[in-house]
């Protein structure tokens, strides 16, 4: 084999075996130093390559990407700050646990630490945000170096894969020329499955990865303690496994618990049973005596804490409660720092175990009429608050936040992905978006809840899923990802765009710095007075700002005709407040009128 081939037999080697891994699709980033990565992933017939500008936006299109997969999509970046750049996309990667292949090109040892051009130091670029880390070292084209780099190439995916799911840096230094010259016709190439790959495109090394099962003890010991807890509760956070849902809900009715089901938990919308699914939450345990009233004994966990923050107060009011978090992946999701177990088994097998030993006790008639009541008591809290949160809601008028999640409920179509943006569309849809028989798939970068890059997040999973998407996100966090806009643009993406803008930073009205109005909009409100419609414009988008519910209601059912659109929802931060307020006060109401009377009798 030629030696001015090495870097093309190197990471020809390098991409045939990410495509026989399981890789589809690559985002690149322009530059001279990846040429070698970008040119042999663009000629892979079974690898698809997306083209980005700007860095930042391609990381976090190819983590939206990951996400709606639920598979590794490949990242690459030439030498520089350039990769330095997909820094934020790895650290949400990391806490989401999605599964992210980060190629990054460097300059060859000689030029590093010299005062090179466009060269930093690359070494452990993203520190502890990766699984995995290799500077994978100069290309060689030895039968030794590519039974390496295929290795390398499995070994890689396997890391990205493996629970928790995360995000995995390699670093690639090359030598000029960084043309590769492609040479596989040669006749005399030898035949070694480290040159041309294993025969019938398998892996190199294929990694099988196995599902934590739950220990036939523990679930005995479970089975028998929980058929005597008269009060408890199951709790669905954010994650993205589509068979818990159904395995949950068979859980719920095997124990009686009732079943708070954060939208992102996947367990709130579909066709499963969702008879003990409780949905309005985030409402009524904003109410102190209801609070009181549903003091649990044993609570189970399944995904990461849900977003509302009245659940987290109602598990942190009650200490003593015994709590059970399920987490396949060996994570540790315990903001409340109040789990008496762990379980490290994979949630959905858990639930569907669990559910059939406890079916085969018989629990006393004293412990089913107390669970009944304490189901009645969820089941009770639930319709009210649904039946007011929908009566206000139908009256109102006037533009306000939450109800764009309700009209959304009303009419998205069966088979579509709602991506959510952070700050308060990922609390307002929990609030809102009540639950249906329609199959909603719910997505938002809810790791490390940034706003940075959500809008290009939900363009890579627009890109993939098969169904319609609906991206709904505030003002600040739509400005903050604008070079986003591109790649809807160059790849001809449908998805309709809802901004909902308040022109500032909504959240903060809601929290005590805005009881200090001398420093409350420099500091925290930052008006910034854009205008986007030229910007969407510029990026080939259809753009409309809707002032009416009726107005809305149309934009949003000509979006779903094809391209990509933005619809802009402008509303005032200062009533957004009072709208929120009224509507808890008229839940806390509602509740009282319902309860009171029974504790009075």
């Known amino acids: ?19 026989r891994s399981g890789v589809h699709h690559a985002c690149i980033c322009p530059g001279s130093r990846s040429t070698p990565l970008a040119t042999l992933l663009k000629a892979h017939p079974d690898i698809k390559i ?9 990381a976090f299109f190819a983590l939206g990407m990951a996400k709606a997969l639920r598979q590794p999509v490949a990242l690459v970046s030439t030498s520089g700050t350039a990769a330095a750049n997909f820094l934020p996309a ?7 646990r999605v599964p992210l292949l980060v190629l990054t090109a460097d300059r060859p040892p000689e030029l590093r630490e010299v005062g090179a051009n466009q060269t930093i130091d690359q070494i452990d670029l993203y520190g502890r945000q990766v699984k995995w880390f290799l500077d994978v070292g100069l290309p060689e084209a030895t039968v030794s170096a590519l039974s390496y780099i295929r290795t390398v190439a499995c070994r890689a995916l396997a890391q990205t894969l493996s629970e928790p799911a995360g995000p995995v840096h390699l670093n690639f230094a090359f030598r000029e020329p960084l043309v590769p010259l492609p040479c596989f016709d040669t006749p005399d190439l030898p035949e070694e499955n480290s040159i041309r790959g294993r025969p019938d495109g398998r892996p190199y090394t294929a990694v099988t990865r196995s599902s934590a099962l739950p220990h036939e003890s523990l679930l005995q010991t479970l089975a028998d303690e929980l058929s005597l807890v008269q009060r408890g509760l199951i709790v669905c956070g954010p994650q993205d496994d589509p068979g818990l849902p159904e395995a949950v809900v068979r859980l719920a009715r095997a ?7 954060d939208p992102l938990s996947q367990v709130r919308c579909g066709g499963h049973d969702r008879s003990l699914v409780i949905d309005t939450y985030d409402a009524f345990l904003r109410d102190e005596r209801c609070v009181d009233r549903l003091q649990p004994e044993v609570v189970f966990r399944f995904g990461a804490m849900p977003r509302s923050k009245p659940v987290l107060l109602y598990l942190q009011r009650y200490p003593a409660c015994r709590q059970i978090v399920v987490d396949g992946s060996g994570g540790w999701s315990d903001p409340t720092l109040q789990a008496t177990e762990v379980v490290t088994a994979t949630p959905s097998q858990v639930c569907h175990d669990l559910a059939e030993k406890s079916h085969e006790l018989d629990p006393p008639d004293a412990v089913s009429t107390s669970a009944l009541s304490w189901q009645t008591q969820w089941l009770r809290a639930n319709q009210v608050t649904r039946q007011i949160l929908t009566r206000y809601i139908t009256a109102l008028v006037e533009p306000f936040e939450g109800k764009v999640f309700a009209e959304l409920a009303d009419s998205i179509e069966d088979g579509s992905v709602l991506f959510v943006g952070n700050s308060m569309p990922v609390r307002d849809v929990d609030t809102f978006f009540h639950g249906s028989d329609r199959s909603v798939r719910f997505l938002a970068n809810h790791g490390a809840s940034g706003i940075d890059g959500v809008l290009s997040s939900a363009l890579g999973a627009s890109a993939v899923v098969s169904g319609r998407l609906v991206l709904v996100l505030g003002d600040l966090s739509f400005y903050h990802d604008l070079n986003g806009l591109l790649a809807a643009k160059l790849h001809e ?13 909504g959240i903060f009205s809601f929290l005590p710095q805005a009881a200090y109005p001398e420093q409350f909009e420099t500091l925290f409100g930052t008006p910034h007075g854009l205008d986007f419609e030229g910007a969407v414009g510029m990026f080939g988008g259809r753009f409309e700002r809707v002032k009416t519910w009726d107005a809305f209601r149309t934009a949003l059912a000509a979006s779903s005709a094809g391209g990509w659109h933005v619809i802009e929802v402008p509303t005032s931060r200062d009533r957004n407040v009072v709208l929120h307020r009224e509507v808890w006060a008229a839940v806390h109401d509602a509740l009282e009128r319902e309860f009171e009377p029974q504790r009075a009798r």
């Open 50 to 58: 997306w083209m980005h500008v700007d860095e930042r936006s391609a």
């Open 90 to 96: 790895v650290v949400e990667a990391r806490y989401a």
């Open 493 to 505: 993406l449908d998805a309709t765009i809802i901004v909902l803008n308040n022109d500032g930073g």
């Open 1 to 19: 084999m030629k030696t001015e081939n090495a870097a093309w037999y190197f990471v020809h080697a390098f991409v045939d075996e990410l495509a």
């Open 255 to 261: 124990l009686g618990y009732p079943v708070l089901a």
